[in-house]
């Protein structure tokens, strides 16, 4: 950009490497990256169309697993006008009786158990990402991830096995324990990246990988209907949930094979050399379990990302009953939503980390705060559309989707600053992440409480719009004297994480000094 690039040195003082290490796990050399590093091995650019070893090929396997995790989280929900058929719960009978899907009458006990499901679904993931924080602080993000997305991918597949709505409860709960892989997602990219690209690099891989629930409602929607039209509906549904469970073993054998936990390589071989030392469960449960703003952003989280896994959960099924669109179509429509995070979600940890090179960290707080707004009033004008306006409707969706998405990327642009406070990264990390899937199963409830009693199929919106705008009010409480907040400075001036300039998503080295604190550190 006109400007005089600072020369960087990608190389440290030599120094042996493990004796534990093989020739096999040596593809590239620890003391030389393709990328400009700081002072703790962590890259300071990121550049998309770079593969190599170990920063980007992460940041790659990384937002690849996270996407066919969310794909297949979400995958059975366009498939619900075929399932529920299927399993008995339409007022009028099953298969043997009924030749549409359309000519199934879903009253309140058919809308209970579809809404039970989605709940338990979100249930799930709030256990196995508070243990999945903890966990990967010592099993690693590489190991971690892999065995979620394979150990997953049976009761991905085994959904398709289910033959009345107890069975298909129970599914959906062992299924959203696959969404832990946020909490791996983001740990990954944290130990990964310097502090002045680490917001942008979390957007980036979160909101790519979440990508995958709108992208499944495209993919499944069309795979359900070409199946059910050469095997019937009553199986082609459960034939299709093998397509993201085979791809789940793909990606979870291939990152264990060609990529490392960290700069300095896989944590077995740093454990062995004894560069790293595992670290006490409970002191990293204590350190960021009793502490109640770590707990605000729980809850501001569950504001941004409990709406958008509510969403994948409501809106195709939402599409086709009340603007009355084939299952396909309602598919492609609620893709919309999902396919946002192709940039949104990126752009909010972007602007964070722009805001804040300026302003410094308290800008942060407030990017959070107004991108959390506008989701909730966007929602609220979303809950007003009518049936005979879906124009209309799909462009404030798509407003709503975008503000929402920039919301996710802006609270884990704060996360790894509170982790590195805390020392406690993973488990910050897990709670935060919890937070969405608290919130998902809270928006649920509302879901089936109102649907159930209202017979205005938007008043659920309604609700879950001023809900949204409730947990901005949690945001100026969350400061630290080393951080400050929206309203309150920074008082401790020893640490100051938030003063070096922001790089640019492509490769572009650092034109000004800067501190390289390290905010995401997992040690």
Known sequence: HGQPRKKTSNTRAPESPPSTMTEADK????LQFALPVDENNKATEVRILNFSRPHMRAFHFNW????????????????VPYLRVSLDLCDNGNWDVLTDPRQCICSNACKRTLQNGNILNVVGAVAMRLVMGTWVENAGPRFSM?????AFALPVAGIGLVTNAAGYIAARFFIGGIGSSFVVCQFWSSVMFSPNVVGAANATVGGWGNLGGGVTQIVMSQVGAGLAASVGYNNGWRYANLVPACFLVLIGVGLMLFSDDVPEGKFKELYASGQRKKQSYSALIMASGKDPRVWALCFIYGGCFGTEVAMNQQLAPYFFGYFGLSVTNAGWAAAGFGLMNLFARSLGGLISDYMSSRLGHRARHWVLFFTQTMAGLMLLTFSRMKSDNFAGAMVVLLCF?????MAEGATFAIVPYVGKILKALGPVAGIVGAGGNIGAALWGVIYREVSTSDPD????????GFAVLATCLLVPFVHYP???????????????PDVQPAVKMQASAVDEDAPAADVARSA
């Open 401 to 405: 989707s975008f503000s929402v998405q």
């Open 482 to 496: 080393s951080l400050g907040s929206m309203f309150f400075p920074a008082t401790e001036t020893d640490e100051k």
């Open 27 to 30: 593809s590239f050399d620890k």
């Open 64 to 79: 690849v697993a996270f996407f066919f995790s969310f794909f297949a989280w979400f995958a059975i929900a366009p498939l």
């Open 146 to 150: 892999a065995f979620i997305v394979i």
């Open 457 to 464: 199929p938007r008043a659920p919106f309604l609700v879950h």
